[in-house]
């Protein structure tokens, strides 16, 4: 071997050794501050109000900032000015002073940013990263939403198994999920986090949908292969007939549309829901088709809760493009001083699964629902 190059490669593996090292060390410095300064504060001083530990969580890019700002206004008037929970935001990239201050600027409450651990926002080893990419290339499948998109992949991974374990969500009770872009039309006049608590409520939501079948071929009969190995994890008062209308042979593509969630933390750390994750990461559908976190999380949901444990926001009157929950009841429309048209909320549509969510629920319809059924 010729000198120079051995002193290379050693000097390389010092590099390479120390910036790992370093980046570990920011990594955990990041971490520390951000938790010191702002998450342990806020539930410092819940702790002190006697209030449940919940807070808003927002997972965002910074370049969305436009469409982000009239979604915090619309939640801190209509709700948190009066019960002052905080708010997380969190990016696979560092946000900049600038956003962080225009934020800020909008919320008097306590606010965090935090960048997503490398290790929950890429591939993990057993993922053929090439097999991956063929299938994202698949022309057949352009008229699919996302169905081309990497970044799209990771995000769906991340909210399905990932976001809960953020070390600033460390602490919490219970997190309202935020995306930028939406927006809420009612007064709430109580506290959703407390009523939550009060009701030994697991998860709530505002619209329901039917994903893409092409997005998910494998799903179902993965998480039918897992409840095989685990059937412990099914909950005896389940909400099956919600996803299923065959007993659980099929998929009904029902969900919850995840892009507003107010849930527990505890259920995702629960033993059932870990394993379900773990065991569907595995099997490589987040990025060799595209699962997204809307069936998964609504799955588990179903499956692993009793049915009393899920709730139904209709009060909130929430949009996310292009459907909007607004209160279809005119008495809970008046009380929560709603300014959304009734007449275009979707529950109750066909292509909701809001009357089947109602049915088995066993929960009374407004007066006039089944107008809106045929449209
Ligand atoms: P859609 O609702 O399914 O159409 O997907 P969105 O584009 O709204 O993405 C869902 C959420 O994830 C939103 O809160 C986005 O801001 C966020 N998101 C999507 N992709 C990325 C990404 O690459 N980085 C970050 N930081 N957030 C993302
Ligand atoms: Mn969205």
Same mark, same amino acid.
């Given at each position: 071997?010729?000198?120079?190059?051995?002193?290379?490669?050693?000097?390389?593996?010092?590099?390479?050794?120390?910036?790992?090292?370093?980046?570990?060390?920011?990594?955990?410095?990041t971490?520390?501050y951000e938790y010191n300064n702002s998450t342990?504060e806020a539930?410092?001083?819940?702790?002190?109000?006697?209030?449940?530990?919940?807070t808003f969580f927002c997972l965002v890019r910074e370049s969305e900032i436009d469409s982000l700002l009239p979604t915090i206004r619309t939640i801190q008037t209509?709700?948190n000015n009066?019960?002052g929970y905080p708010w997380i935001f969190v990016s696979d990239e560092e946000f900049s002073d600038n956003f962080k201050e225009i934020i800020r600027d909008k919320i008097p409450q306590n606010v965090s940013f935090g960048v997503i651990?490398?290790?929950?926002?890429?591939?993990?080893?057993?993922?053929?990263?090439?097999?991956?990419?063929?299938?994202?290339?698949?022309?057949?499948?352009?008229?699919?939403?996302?169905?081309?998109?990497?970044?799209?992949? !990771?995000?769906?991974?991340?909210?399905?198994?990932?976001?809960?374990? !953020?070390?600033l969500?460390?602490?919490?009770?219970?997190?309202?999920?935020v995306?930028p872009?939406?927006?809420?039309?009612?007064?709430?006049?109580?506290?959703?986090?407390?009523?939550?608590?009060?009701?030994?409520?697991?998860?709530?939501?505002?619209?329901?949908?039917?994903?893409?079948?092409?997005?998910?071929?494998?799903?179902?009969?993965?998480?039918?292969?897992?409840?095989?190995?685990?059937?412990?994890?099914?909950?005896?008062?389940?909400?099956?007939?919600?996803?299923?209308?065959?007993?659980?042979?099929?998929?009904?593509?029902?969900?919850?549309?995840?892009?507003?969630?107010?849930?527990?933390?505890?259920?995702?750390?629960?033993?059932?829901?870990?394993?379900?994750?773990?065991?569907?990461?595995?099997?490589?559908?987040?990025?060799?088709?595209?699962?997204?976190?809307?069936?998964?999380?609504?799955?588990?949901?179903?499956?692993?809760?009793?049915?009393?444990?899920?709730?139904?926001?209709?009060?909130?009157?929430?949009?996310?493009?292009?459907?909007?929950?607004?209160?279809?009841?005119?008495?809970?429309?008046?009380?929560?001083?709603?300014?959304?048209?009734?007449?275009?909320?979707?529950? !109750?549509?066909?292509?909701?699964?809001?009357?089947?969510?109602?049915?088995?629920?066993?929960?009374?319809?407004?007066?006039?629902?089944?107008?809106?059924?045929?449209?």
């Amino acid at each position: 071997m010729i000198k120079g190059e051995s002193d290379d490669s050693y000097n390389n593996l010092i590099t390479s050794v120390s910036n790992q090292i370093n980046s570990l060390y920011n990594d955990y410095i990041t971490k520390l501050y951000e938790y010191n300064n702002s998450t342990s504060e806020a539930l410092d001083a819940m702790e002190e109000d006697n209030k449940v530990k919940a807070t808003f969580f927002c997972l965002v890019r910074e370049s969305e900032i436009d469409s982000l700002l009239p979604t915090i206004r619309t939640i801190q008037t209509r709700f948190n000015n009066k019960f002052g929970y905080p708010w997380i935001f969190v990016s696979d990239e560092e946000f900049s002073d600038n956003f962080k201050e225009i934020i800020r600027d909008k919320i008097p409450q306590n606010v965090s940013f935090g960048v997503i651990p490398k290790e929950h926002w890429s591939y993990p080893d057993w993922i053929d990263q090439k097999k991956a990419e063929e299938i994202r290339n698949d022309k057949s499948m352009s008229g699919i939403p996302y169905f081309n998109s990497e970044s799209y992949r !990771h995000m769906c991974r991340y909210e399905s198994g990932f976001f809960y374990r !953020h070390p600033l969500l460390n602490g919490y009770e219970y997190y309202w999920r935020v995306e930028p872009d939406t927006q809420i039309f009612c007064d709430l006049d109580y506290d959703v986090f407390q009523w939550m608590k009060d009701n030994d409520k697991k998860y709530g939501f505002t619209l329901t949908m039917r994903e893409f079948p092409a997005t998910i071929p494998s799903l179902w009969s993965s998480t039918q292969t897992f409840l095989k190995e685990n059937p412990q994890y099914i909950a005896e008062d389940n909400l099956l007939n919600f996803i299923s209308n065959d007993e659980g042979k099929t998929y009904n593509m029902c969900h919850f549309w995840t892009n507003f969630e107010i849930a527990a933390i505890d259920f995702w750390e629960s033993e059932a829901y870990s394993k379900y994750f773990e065991f569907l990461d595995h099997n490589g559908g987040f990025f060799y088709e595209r699962w997204g976190d809307a069936p998964v999380h609504s799955i588990a949901v179903s499956y692993f809760l009793n049915k009393d444990k899920i709730h139904f926001f209709q009060e909130i009157g929430y949009y996310h493009k292009p459907n909007l929950n607004c209160p279809y009841d005119i008495d809970i429309w008046k009380h929560y001083n709603c300014s959304c048209i009734r007449q275009n909320d979707f529950t !109750h549509r066909k292509y909701s699964c809001g009357n089947r969510y109602f049915d088995v629920q066993g929960l009374r319809k407004p007066d006039g629902w089944d107008k809106m059924a045929a449209i």
